[in-house]
């Protein structure tokens, strides 16, 4: 299929061949918007299609998607200079995902005994980072381990362990796991966290939370298809989406308010609507044409910048005819900016 892209947006059609000399064909168009003062303004610099499968998290090209996902880049920062923790939140119409950031914390021994997070340092601001939120990976010692020790009289056998590495699988880049109390004292705790999940204790184990694109090789993502102790296959469209599941969405409607505060100098909040399609596709294969209108897939802020990359998502099925006249044309629609 020839493609051919009428707008000044980053565009890509991405082919897939299936079964049966059948091919779904992927189109995208990324458009990046300056967030003024609750409106949308087109941008003069678009940003490009992220199409790299070398990227830690999700491309825009992942085939099997049926989802959007909504990530914010940047900073906390605290109302007052010098706070010792603030607040983010994201609201995307009548969801909300909030974040507690902490300036530096460490493991240290409480009066009574046992470990206890210090007291924040002030701080100016906390990089939106999956860094900062609670994860990471230990190295654990060799040592002898018993095997069978429940079945055996003997008190079961004993194996070599060799040295090797132990990690939160919901989020290996992040800090403040750990294994045994005695190495923890010292240690810094994440600076992102949940809510309703504040850390307590050195062997908590909280859901990691942050608003930048998840990695793709998290473990929360295994939430999509495990439930009740049972593989579900119908949440795979799922795992390819850019966020983790907070805040990813079935769909994203036109008209949807997004509002992301806590992430901007001063307290000013970033408020948008999500809007129409600016683009739509005109797929001609054979004698048949069809115009296909995309959905939102993708919505990533840049708090840092004030701007926003929306990607649009849509596809088409055909089957491989000889010599059949295929051809795609992205076009402007009616809502596209200036238009």
Known sequence: MRFSNDTPL?????????????????????ITYRIDRGRLALSPAQRPLLLDPQLPYPHDGMLQKSVASVCATGF??????????ATAVLRVGDRDAAIVAYGQRVWQRALGGGLAPSAPLPFERVEM????????????????VLLGAEDAEDGGDEAFLPEHESGYPHNFEGKGFAVDAGRAQGQPLPQLEHPEQLIRRWDDRPEPVCFAPYPLWGGLRAAYVW?????????????ASRAAPR????????GTRIALGGMRPGGEALVFEAPPPPVAVTVAVGGASERLVPALDAVDIDAEAAEVRLLWRASASYGLVQLERRLA???????FPGG
């Open 329 to 335: 044309r992205l076009e402007a629609t009616e809502s």
């Open 247 to 254: 805040t990813t969405f079935d769909a994203i409607a036109p």
């Open 227 to 239: 439930h009740d102790q049972q593989f579900d296959p119908g949440g795979a469209s799922k795992l």
């Open 129 to 144: 980072s999956w860094q900062n939120a609670f994860g990471g990976v230990v190295r654990e010692p060799a040592r002898l």
């Open 10 to 30: 980053p565009a890509a059609m991405i082919p897939n061949a299936e079964q049966d000399d059948r091919v779904t064909a992927v189109f995208l168009a990324a």
């Open 76 to 85: 906390v920062y605290p109302r007052e200079a010098r706070a010792r923790e």
